[in-house]
C-alpha cells in the first residue's frame, strides 16, 4: 500500500519532515536487514516496489541521453575549455580562473563551474569527454535534487514527473552537455530549494544555513545570478516556518552569514591579493572582481549598460527592442526563448494557481503550500527578471528556469490528482493539459520542417486527454489513468523530440541554442535591417547552420558591427562550424564537412583568427603550420603567441597546449594588458609570436585602446610570418 501525503490529514511525524512509521512488526518476529546495495534498490520500507527502480532508470536514463554523441560539441565553448586546460596545468590558474597557464587574465566569471572540469582533466586528461561528463553528472543531480524535493511531500510519481520534466528540457539537454557555468548555477540553485523546503518541514537551522553555503557557492559560478530567487526564499520561509518570529529573523540573518563566507571568502583572497602577482581580472575595467560583480556582470546585465561590451539590449520596459532580443513580459514565449524553455510554462503557471488555492485554507506552517511557494516563487522572480533584462542575454540562460519549473509541475499534478474528485481540481488538471499541448502545437510549427507530423498527435492527444481529465473523477481508476497517461506523453512529446534533436547534433561557440536548425531566431525574419534576424543589421543567429555564405544586409553588408558574418551560419553541423574550428581529434563532428570555409563562418578562412564577430564568438582553425610554429621552442616563453580576444587565443592554446595570452579578454576591450606591459613582456622574452586578426578592427564593441596600440606597434615593429593561412608576428625578430 502507497502512503501519500494529504494537506488535510496529516501526522505528527509529518509534521516533523519525517517520513510515515513502519508498522510494528509481529511478536518474535525480526525484520531482516538487507545488503547496503538491497537498501540502495529497494529504497525506503514503506514504498512501493517500482519506486526506487523506477527513480534508478530515471536517473541512468538522464545520464545515458546526455553522454549521447557528447564528443560532437569538440571543446564546446572554447573560452572556457582554455580556462579549464590552464587550470589542469597550474594550480594558480585553478584557483582565479586564469584563461592561460601564463595566468595573464582571468575568465569572466568566479571560477566555481571550471574546478570540476579543471579536476576531471587532471586525472583524465585533456579530451572532450573529461571536459564534458562533468557537466551531465551535474544535470543527473539536478534531476535527482528535484525528485527528492517534490517526492518528500507529495509524491514518488510526482517525483518521476518533475524529473522527467527537466531532463526533457531542450535547453536543459543543452546546458548539462556545454561547458559554461550554468549547469552549475542550476545545480546549486536546486540544491538551495531543496534545503529550505526541509528547513520548512520543521525549523532546523541546519537546513537553512546550508542552503545558503548552496547560493554563495553558486555566486562563485555565476555572481549574482544566484541571489534572484533570494527574496523569494527569504519571504517564504520569513512567513512560512514552523518556529517563532524572532526565532525566523535570527535564523535568516545566520543564513546571510553563511551566504557571505561562503560566497566571499574567494573574493576576499582576489581582492587582497597583489594585483601585481595575480591575472588581471578579465570583463573589469580596473583589475577589480567586485567591479565585474557590479558592473559587467551586475547591474549592466538590467540595464544594458556593460563598460567594455557591446551595450544595451531593449531597454527598461515591456517590448523594448536591441540585439539581445525584445523585453517584456512575454519574452520566455518569444520566437527566441520559446522552443528553448517555454514548452510546459503554461500548464506550471495554471498548476502554481491551482496549487496554491488548493491549500488556502491550510494552516500556515502548511509544508505543502511553502513548497509551492518556494519553488514556484523562484520560477516567478527568474522568469521577470529574465524578461525586463535589458542587457546581454542569450538563450540559453534559461536553463535557470528549467529545474523551477519541473518541480511546479510535478507537485501541482499531483496535488489535482489527489482531488481529482472535485471538479476545481480536474478542470485545472485539464486547463494544465490542454494549454501544454495547444503550446507545444504552436511551438512546432515555428520549424515547419521538424517533424510536420507530430503537430496534430500533439494537439489531438492533448486535447483527449483533457476532456478525460474533466471527467477523472468519475471514470474508474485505470481509464483516470490512461487520460493521465496520455496527457503527460501529449504534453512531452514535442519537448522531447526537440531535446533529442539537441543531443544528436555538436554545440560550439559563445552562443548555442537547443532544438532544430531555426528554433531560436532572433527577431522576424532572415533579411537585412535592424531586427531582421535579431542581431544589428539582420544577420542569422548565431549557432544556426544555415549554409548561408554571408549575412543578408545590414551595416557593413556583414549584418555585425564591422560588416562582419554571422558565426556559424555557414555548414551542415547544427552550429554551422567546426567546435572552434578544430575538433580534438581534428575533425568536423560526426565526420561532416563545412560548406563555406575551414570554420564554417560564412567563408571566413580559418587561422588567422578573423575579426569582428566571428572572432568573438567563435575560435579560428589551427592548421597543422602554425601549430608546428607556435611548438618550436615553446618551453622558452611564458606564452608562445599573444591575440586579441579570448576566443582567438583559446583556440591557438587548445590546439597547441601551450600557453596564449588574451589581450583585451573576451570582448577585446579590457585594458590589459597596456602597452607598456606588452613592450616589457617581449623585452623580458617572454612572448614568441603575436597572432594577426582576432578581432582587430572592431570585435564585439571595438578593441580597448591597448589593444589597438599593442596591434599598431606589433605591426610596425616585427616581422610578419606566415604559416598555412595564419599570419604571425615574430616578437623575437625586429624589422629593418
Known amino acids: 500500500m502507497t502512503t501519500h501525503y494529504d494537506p488535510d490529514v496529516h501526522t505528527p511525524a509529518e509534521d516533523d519532515g519525517g517520513p510515515p512509521p513502519e508498522a510494528p512488526a509481529p511478536p518474535g518476529h525480526h525484520r531482516p536487514r538487507r545488503s547496503r546495495f538491497g537498501r540502495l534498490w529497494r529504497g525506503r520500507p514503506e514504498d512501493p516496489r517500482w519506486v526506487r527502480p523506477a527513480f534508478l532508470a530515471l536517473l541512468t536514463a538522464t545520464a545515458l541521453l546526455y ?23 597550474s594550480w594558480k590558474a585553478f584557483f582565479f580562473g586564469s584563461l592561460d597557464a601564463g595566468n595573464a587574465i582571468t575568465v569572466d566569471k568566479p571560477p566555481a563551474a571550471l574546478w570540476p572540469m579543471a579536476l576531471s ?101 555565476k555572481t549574482l545570478q544566484a541571489f534572484l530567487i533570494l527574496p523569494a526564499l527569504a519571504l517564504v520561509y520569513g512567513v512560512c516556518a514552523p518556529v517563532r518570529l524572532r526565532r525566523r529573523l535570527g535564523q535568516l540573518a545566520l543564513t546571510t552569514v553563511a551566504i557571505v563566507v561562503s560566497g566571499g571568502w574567494w573574493v576576499a583572497v582576489v581582492e587582497l591579493w597583489p594585483a601585481s602577482s595575480r591575472p588581471y581580472v578579465g570583463g573589469s575595467q580596473n583589475n577589480s572582481f567586485l567591479e565585474l560583480t557590479f558592473g559587467y556582470n551586475g547591474l549592466g546585465r538590467l540595464n544594458g549598460e556593460e563598460t567594455g561590451s557591446v551595450g544595451g539590449g531593449g531597454g527598461p520596459g515591456g517590448g523594448g527592442g536591441g540585439q539581445w532580443g525584445e523585453t517584456g513580459w512575454d519574452r520566455m514565449f518569444n520566437s527566441e526563448i520559446g522552443g528553448q ?153 514535442a519537448p522531447t523530440a526537440y531535446t533529442l534533436s539537441t543531443v544528436r547534433e555538436g554545440h560550439s561557440g559563445s552562443i548555442v541554442t537547443a532544438g532544430p ?10 533579411g537585412g535591417g535592424p531586427g531582421g534576424g535579431g542581431f544589428p543589421g539582420g544577420g542569422n543567429a548565431p549557432g544556426r547552420g544555415q549554409g548561408q555564405g554571408q549575412n543578408q544586409g545590414g551595416p557593413g553588408g556583414g549584418g555585425f558591427p564591422g560588416g562582419g558574418t554571422a558565426p556559424g551560419t555557414g555548414g551542415n553541423n547544427q552550429n554551422g562550424q567546426t567546435p572552434n574550428g578544430q575538433a580534438p581529434n581534428g575533425q568536423t563532428p560526426n565526420g561532416r564537412s563545412n560548406q563555406n570555409g575551414p570554420t564554417g563562418e560564412g567563408g571566413r578562412t580559418g587561422g588567422a583568427g578573423g575579426g569582428g564577430m566571428g572572432g568573438l564568438l567563435n575560435g579560428a582553425e589551427v592548421g597543422s603550420e602554425a601549430k608546428k610554429l607556435l611548438e618550436a621552442d615553446a618551453d622558452s616563453y611564458t606564452w608562445v603567441a599573444a591575440a586579441v580576444g579570448s576566443q582567438n587565443a583559446a583556440s591557438y592554446q587548445l590546439g597547441t597546449g601551450e600557453p596564449v595570452m588574451a589581450i583585451g579578454g573576451f570582448n577585446g576591450t579590457d585594458p590589459s594588458p597596456t602597452l607598456a606591459q606588452f613592450k616589457k613582456y617581449v623585452a623580458d622574452g617572454r612572448i614568441h609570436y603575436f597572432i594577426a586578426g582576432g578581432g582587430t578592427g572592431g570585435g564585439m564593441g571595438g578593441d580597448s585602446g591597448a589593444a589597438s596600440q599593442i596591434t599598431s606597434w606589433v605591426e610596425a615593429t616585427f616581422k610578419e610570418v606566415t604559416a598555412g593561412s595564419a599570419t604571425f608576428y615574430d616578437l623575437t625578430s625586429p624589422t629593418d
Request: net charge positive; hydrophobic share 60%; with cysteine.
Open 341 to 493: 524553455i517555454s514548452w510546459l510554462l503554461p500548464a506550471a503557471l495554471i498548476l502554481l494557481v491551482a496549487g496554491l488555492l488548493a491549500t488556502r485554507r491550510a494552516a500556515r506552517t502548511d509544508a505543502v503550500r511553502a513548497s509551492f511557494l518556494v519553488w514556484g516563487g523562484s520560477l516567478l522572480m527568474t522568469a521577470a527578471v529574465f524578461s525586463y533584462m535589458a542587457g546581454i542575454f542569450h538563450q540559453y540562460y534559461t536553463v535557470a528556469l528549467a529545474p523551477y519549473l519541473a518541480a511546479v509541475v510535478g507537485m501541482g499534478a499531483a496535488t489535482l490528482w489527489e482531488r481529482r474528485k472535485r471538479i476545481r481540481a480536474s478542470l485545472a488538471l485539464a486547463a494544465a493539459v490542454t494549454a501544454s499541448a495547444a503550446w507545444g502545437y504552436v511551438l512546432l510549427g515555428r520549424t515547419p520542417d521538424y517533424l510536420p507530423w507530430l503537430r496534430m498527435p500533439v494537439l489531438v492527444g492533448g486535447l483527449v486527454a483533457a476532456l478525460g481529465l474533466v471527467f477523472a473523477g468519475r471514470l474508474g481508476r485505470r481509464t483516470a489513468l490512461a487520460a493521465a497517461g496520455l496527457g503527460l506523453v501529449a504534453s512531452l512529446a
Open 517 to 526: 536548425s531555426g528554433a531560436s531566431m532572433r527577431g522576424g525574419g532572415p
Open 121 to 221: 582533466v587532471r586525472i583524465f586528461g585533456l579530451s572532450s569527454w573529461s571536459i564534458l561528463v562533468p557537466e551531465v553528472l551535474m544535470g543527473a543531480g539536478t534531476v535527482a535534487v528535484v525528485y527528492a524535493a517534490v517526492r518528500r511531500r507529495f509524491s514518488p510519481a510526482a517525483g518521476l514527473i518533475a524529473g522527467a520534466v527537466l531532463a526533457l528540457t531542450p535547453v536543459a539537454a543543452l546546458m548539462f552537455r556545454f561547458n559554461n557555468p550554468d549547469a552549475l548555477l542550476a545545480l546549486l540553485m536546486s540544491l538551495a530549494c531543496y534545503l529550505v523546503v526541509r528547513a520548512l518541514e520543521d525549523g532546523r537551522t541546519k537546513w537553512l544555513v546550508w542552503a545558503g553555503v548552496a547560493i554563495g557557492f553558486a555566486f562563485l559560478a
Open 67 to 89: 553522454l549521447y554523441n557528447l564528443d560532437a560539441s569538440g571543446w564546446a565553448n572554447s573560452f572556457y575549455s582554455a580556462a579549464v586546460q590552464a587550470g589542469s596545468q
